[in-house]
């Protein structure tokens, strides 16, 4: 298994730009979070989906981000407009389950000038 | 406010010693407790688990104990490997694990050779 896939895993764009991150979890998990991290907040929870639908997006930090489901292969992650502080690791992940553990992706890198 | 702490950002260890890295977390009703590994450039990956019916978990060269009382958690490396150099994230969750992951800011293990 070729793992979670993310894409793309560097993205440097400017102020106001629209950034769309991508995801693909493990075939056959039907669980999928997305993470952000950064030096000062660590790793946090923004959304994560069950069997494509939207559970919990109480992490998301503002109307600005939004996160999309459109089937079990793939998810999206969109910040519109982008602003510096957005800049950090986001990260996806996938599990089996609720109790299972999360498979993480090696993650995107988001520099926002 | 930190729910899971890992206090030491670094810790250095030599190859053949044992390795100990900590956490405390505040909140009571946390239950389920996760370490993950996280090399640069890629994902968090999942070490081991523990159940707070449990004090003790044992995997191969990894041990996590649980101090309910204390409310910290340590996981033990014996013998520590180079390999074993990466960040190590402490996670928390309530209701059995059946509820979002709370992670630590994260612990640098260094193991020279």
């Known amino acids: 298994d070729a793992g979670v896939i993310q894409s793309p895993r560097h993205e440097v764009t400017e102020m106001g730009q629209e950034v769309t991150l991508r995801c693909k979890p493990i075939?056959?998990?039907?669980?999928l979070f997305w993470y952000r991290q950064t030096m000062m907040r660590g790793l946090e929870l923004l959304i994560y989906f069950n069997n494509n639908v939207p559970i919990d997006d109480s992490g998301m930090p503002e109307d600005r981000f939004s996160a999309k489901m459109p089937n079990a292969s793939f998810s999206t992650l969109k910040i519109q407009p982008s602003e510096p502080r957005d800049s950090a690791v986001y990260f996806c992940?996938?599990?089996?389950?609720?109790?299972?553990?999360?498979?993480f992706g090696p993650g995107t890198r988001l520099t926002v000038t | 406010d930190q729910q899971v702490k890992q206090n030491s950002p670094s810790l250095s260890v030599q190859e053949g010693r044992i390795s100990i890295l900590n956490c405390d977390y505040t909140?009571?009703?946390?239950?389920?407790f996760l370490w993950y590994k996280k090399y640069p450039a890629e994902g968090p990956t999942f070490l081991i688990s523990?159940?707070?019916?449990?004090d003790k978990n044992e995997d191969g060269r990894f041990t996590v104990f649980l101090n309910k009382s204390a409310k910290h958690l340590s996981l033990h490396i014996v013998p520590s490997q180079p390999g074993d150099s990466a960040v190590y994230f402490c996670?928390?969750?309530?209701?059995?694990?059946?509820?979002?992951?709370?992670f630590g800011k994260g612990t640098m293990l260094l193991v020279s050779p």
């Open positions: 909140n009571s009703m946390f239950d389920y």
């Open positions: 992940a996938s599990s089996l389950g609720r109790r299972g553990a999360q498979y």
């Open positions: 523990i159940s707070s019916i449990k």
């Open positions: 075939s056959g998990h039907d669980y």
């Open positions: 996670a928390a969750s309530v209701n059995s694990g059946y509820s979002t992951l709370t």
